[in-house]
DNA sequence: TCTTAGCACTCTAAGGCAAAGAGTGCTAAA
DNA sequence: TTTAGCACTCTTTGCCTTAGAGTGCTAAGA
């Protein structure tokens, strides 16, 4: 545990960092936050905090700029000690979403929308389709030797997808075929099912009934469903951040990857399970490309299970504090919408 | 018609500015295309050049630099010579889009990212889907009183929705509905078909007949469908391009209003008609926050319909010879694909 | 022993200035 | 009509200086 007085000056760093991204120097902080201390006074603890590797110095006589260390501690101690997110952020964000409520996929896209109010790049994503489990499916023969799948998942997931057959299927075939998924697989998870048909393929190669083991083709292509990614708002004023200001290629480069960014969120929200939010800073980032980013994130559920994770990425020196209510209560409301306490 | 000197100087202009956006100077034009021409005519030249808007000048010791006419003039010089889109793009097209053509919204992200390698924006639109026509709906309840609107079109768009009834309605009277819509709407625009409920429905009101009413209010929801919006691909190269450095906030925030790409796809597409593809060029953008970027696009069809758009944006200076290459080409191999001379 | 005032020092940012370079327009000759 | 030549304009670049911000160190004060 650091003194007090470091860290409190540490804090006072890193608070008018993120507020203003020039470096910050000894008369400013003492003048800006009151201390008692003298500007020489806060001189000495900053050398104390450079030497242990929580601020750096652009260059010799700037003042100082915290490192990611400095802002990991920074967050741990918010984390410590994080208010109830706000009951009026709460408020507001349930009034703001109530409209949207349809499907899940129309929620998330107005989620992001709101989470980019933070000025950050706002991104929610539900979680792997082959992780929820099956509600419903159902199979249209279509234009000729095509089928149509349609998948509901519990959790309010819609995914369709086409996929085209050798030879045509009889629309009778067709809806015996979804009848006995549905009533064999109906609660499966997507990935339990999936793995079941494969090895009843194996079985039914052996027996060679070539009906049965080209419905089970039919099966598995089906559910290999696409991934429907992170829905994302507020790009513009993401990339107008002046600490980009030279790097925008890199940096649009560096969140153009949805994989990688959909594989981040989902780490840091199950991470976050107990804690309600995570938070992932600048080199902590195991993407090398996203070294200069933060995240926050936290998961939503439904019944239990985590069903999503929504987030905000800015740059390391971000408001955390903000950011972290935001995506909690952003969180919250939509666990609270998707539990279905509804008209 | 501008005589012939003239032309080629300008066109000389273009083409240098388009490969570096520096001002281009009359000794560097004479080196660069070895003109019989001296610096000196090719001034005087330059100078009738800017007098009738083609070009202009930075500062006045500065090269030249082309107006949005100056493009305008060379592009519709394109257009007429415009020598067939080479086979060896559409063969290339051809070979990268084979495993695309499942369904029609995969096939656009695909084409987005095809098109982004011009180092531009590439972006691909399905038609409306309220101006496609309806192959086959279908109507599922689920969780309580929700239901899942699935709508297949002719054109291979499928689309789905939630919506949200008062009561829960009985599976029974969903499959009648679905039936019903099926058999007395299917190939009708999806417009026309709501057009139709709407009439029929203050007709019923009149009637008083709750249930028909209650059916109708429901297949009404049903058709008001979302709207998938743009596929847009290569942001990163786009936004990394020298001509926005200055600007990328501005640039970013004109292209992340999709209905606004869409409605400009969507014009030029029906422009382009007969042409193959329309090219818009900065100023002459409608959209004021678009009056730095050109637009090349051109449209795709199923049988005989308009069923969407393909183009490319760039910077006003962009490569209209390669862009109009690119983008006839794919709309053409688009159109292959979906007139479905398939397996 | 800890804090702070004072001061010399360092480094950047901003402005001024001159020189270099690129490109022009004009004029007069071919 | 074309082109060579030349004076002129304007930006870019580098260099220098100055102002300002902020530091580290030292020595005095509590």
Redesign the interface.
């Known amino acids: 545990m650091l003194a007090e007085r470091l860290q409190k000056i540490l804090f006072a760093v890193v608070q008018s960092y993120i507020q203003r991204p020039d470096p910050v120097g000894s008369r400013y902080v003492v003048k800006k936050y009151a201390f008692s201390f003298s500007p020489a006074t806060v001189r000495n603890i900053m050398a104390d905090l450079e030497e242990m590797g929580f601020l750096s110095q652009p260059h010799t006589s700037a003042g100082r700029v915290p490192t990611d260390r400095g802002y990991r501690l920074y967050v741990n101690h918010l984390l410590r000690k994080r208010r109830r997110a706000e009951e009026r952020m709460l408020r507001l964000l349930r009034a703001r979403l109530r409209n949207l409520?349809?499907?899940l996929e129309?929620l998330l896209q107005g989620v992001a929308r709101e989470l980019s109010a933070s000025s950050y790049l706002g991104v929610a994503a539900p979680a792997r389709a082959s992780r929820t489990t099956l509600?419903?499916i159902?199979l249209?023969g279509?234009?000729?030797s095509r089928v149509?799948v349609?998948l509901?998942s519990?959790e309010?997931l819609?995914r369709?997808?086409?996929?085209?057959l050798?030879r045509p299927v009889s629309p009778a075939d067709l809806r015996r075929l979804s009848e006995y998924l549905n009533s064999r697989f109906g609660g499966w998870a997507i990935d339990e099912i999936r793995l079941r048909l494969v090895k009843e393929m194996s079985q039914e190669k052996a027996m060679c009934d070539m009906l049965i083991s080209r419905a089970l083709e039919i099966c598995g292509k089906a559910l290999e469903l696409?991934e429907q990614g992170v829905f994302m708002a507020g790009?513009?004023?993401f990339?107008?951040l002046p600490d980009f200001?030279s790097r925008?290629?890199e940096i649009?480069?560096a969140i153009?990857d949805k994989h990688l960014v959909l594989r981040l969120l989902e780490e840091l929200g199950t991470e976050a399970q107990e804690a309600g939010s995570a938070v992932l800073i600048g080199s902590e980032n195991p993407v090398k490309e996203m070294r200069s980013l933060s995240i926050v994130a936290a998961p939503f559920r439904q019944e239990g299970r985590m069903a999503g994770t929504v987030g905000i990425i800015g740059p390391t020196r971000m408001d955390y504090q903000r950011a972290m209510t935001m995506v909690e209560a952003t969180a919250q409301v939509i666990t609270e919408t998707l539990s279905?306490k509804?008209?």
Chains 1, 2 share one sequence.
């Open positions: 409520q349809e499907d129309a509600n419903r159902e249209f279509y234009r000729g149509a349609v509901i519990n309010g819609i369709h997808r086409v996929i085209r050798s696409p790009m513009a004023d990339l107008g200001s925008i290629g649009a480069r153009e279905g509804e008209s």
